[in-house]
């Protein structure tokens, strides 16, 4: 069965420094693949999503993520975080059928220090 | 730039109450969800309704759950009898017609005591 793991229940990060979230997942063929943020008493929102061709997408808000099927990951990284960005980080996976969900894990909580 | 939308943003009920969550998906999207999240825990599918009727749906979607689209845009979860362990953020998504990006509505927040 399709899964995702995202190893970091927790992350602080100094504010301007950078950021990787990890995410695994496990899927027989190349899925699509998602990151969400959620914001407290928010909904989920897309960051940036990766369905083929460059493994290197770039997201909203400043995000990147790096798909490597080698190691079945597409973690999520940002060069310099801002105050702003603390929130629940969420990596999901779809499979590429019409009308089936998508698999999310644990979530990340990133806070931030000044 | 348009959005999905729940209603009510909070809910609380009565166990063994019947509740009714409500969504007004993206109007030109075919595909609709629903999801739930327990507090501290991970989002879970629900099920998927596509064409007026249940595409797929999880193994939590028992007979004690059931959705509807009443008319062009509403979409709504009912949960005939609650239960404790219901409490939960519940989500409403919606995707176009090539499911490849999901929009989520803000959730609705249920607390059954």
């Known amino acids: 069965a399709q899964s995702v793991t995202q190893p970091d229940i927790h992350i602080t990060v100094s504010e301007g420094a950078s950021l990787e979230l990890r995410c695994n997942y496990s899927y027989g063929a190349t899925p699509y693949l998602f990151w969400y943020v959620q914001s407290p008493g928010q909904g989920l929102q897309l960051l940036l999503k990766?369905?083929?061709?460059?493994?290197l997408v770039q997201g909203i808000k400043g995000f990147e993520a790096e798909f490597k099927r080698s190691q079945s990951s597409f973690n999520l990284r940002k060069p310099s975080v801002h105050w702003s960005d603390a929130a629940e980080y969420f990596c999901a996976v779809l499979r590429n059928q019409a009308g089936t969900a998508l698999i999310f894990g644990k979530g990340t909580t990133l806070s931030v220090s000044s | 730039e348009p959005e999905v939308t729940q209603t009510p943003s909070h809910q609380v009920t009565q166990m063994g109450q019947e509740v009714i969550l409500r969504c007004v998906p993206i109007s030109n999207h075919l595909y609709f969800y629903w999801y739930r999240q327990i507090l501290g825990q991970k989002v879970e599918f629900l099920v998927s309704f596509y064409n007026n009727e249940i595409s797929e749906k999880s193994e939590i979607f028992d007979d004690q759950f059931s959705v509807e689209r009443p008319d062009g845009s509403n979409f709504t979860l009912k949960i005939r009898s609650t239960k404790l362990e219901d409490s939960a953020m519940y989500f409403c998504?919606?995707?176009?017609?090539?499911?490849?990006?999901?929009?989520f509505g803000q959730g609705t927040r249920l607390t059954v005591v």
């Open positions: 998504a919606s995707t176009k017609w090539d499911n490849t990006e999901a929009f």
């Open positions: 990766y369905f083929s061709g460059d493994t």
